[in-house]
């Protein structure tokens, strides 16, 4: 199954990612992994996309593409994917179209996993990590038990810089001006399935799996 989770910053489509991966043994393609990966193994691409991290500029849709392509002709691939983070607006998701069409490999469907504004900017402004382990609470969802000390080692707990509420509020207006319009493109081609993405995550692990098993 070829398929894109959509959903805005703290929606939990990474997580999901990594659990539907692992369940239906396809890989989740991130395209800031993969980025990294091609930046360390010093390929064509990943020197195309150093000189233009180095240079301060944004790595263009054509790099981040043709390393998609390169990434989904790989043999884990062959019974699908997913793609996590990519595409983030409409440009991006006509030049996915154009190449997948040209390998007559075409998205079989779309995730969404919707969550409204407020509970979102709860989900990451409340979000402490222990600086010891690195594991990770929410003082409004999942609170340690002893505030601001990690349960597991006792570490101390702390808010990550750019989990304050401007910096979150100014993602979550990025994603809405750019990302959202996205859903009507794949409404129009009728490959979008919408879930509420919140509340416990198996039963939204079950909830994207039905999709998952109907496409």
Not at 31 to 60: E, H, I, P, W, Y
Not at 117 to 127: K, M, N, P, S, V
């Amino acid at each position: 199954m070829r398929t894109v989770l959509l959903g805005a910053p703290g929606s939990g489509k990474g997580t999901q990612g990594v659990v539907l991966s692992k369940k239906y043994d396809i890989p989740q393609i991130s395209t800031g992994d993969l980025l990294r990966a091609a930046v360390s193994a010093g390929s064509d691409l990943g020197k195309q996309a150093k000189s233009a991290m180095d240079a301060g500029a944004l790595v263009s849709d054509e790099i981040v593409i043709g390393l998609i392509r390169e990434r989904i002709s790989h043999d884990d691939a062959k019974n699908g994917y997913i793609l996590d983070g990519f595409p983030r607006n409409i440009p991006q998701a006509e030049a996915l179209d154009a190449m997948l069409t040209e390998l007559n490999q075409p998205l079989q469907g779309v995730v969404l996993l919707d969550v409204a504004f407020e509970e979102l900017l709860q989900r990451l402004t409340g979000r402490r990590t222990c600086k010891d382990c690195g594991a990770i609470y929410n003082i409004h969802l999942s609170p340690s038990k002893i505030e601001d000390h990690c349960d597991a080692c006792n570490g101390p707990l702390f808010q990550r810089a750019d989990d304050n509420e401007e910096t979150i509020g100014n993602r979550l207006n990025v994603y809405q001006e750019q990302t959202a319009p996205l859903v009507s493109y794949y409404q129009a081609q009728n490959k979008l399935h919408s879930i509420a993405g919140v509340g416990n995550v198996n039963d939204i692990t079950a909830q994207v799996s039905a999709v998952f098993d109907s496409i």
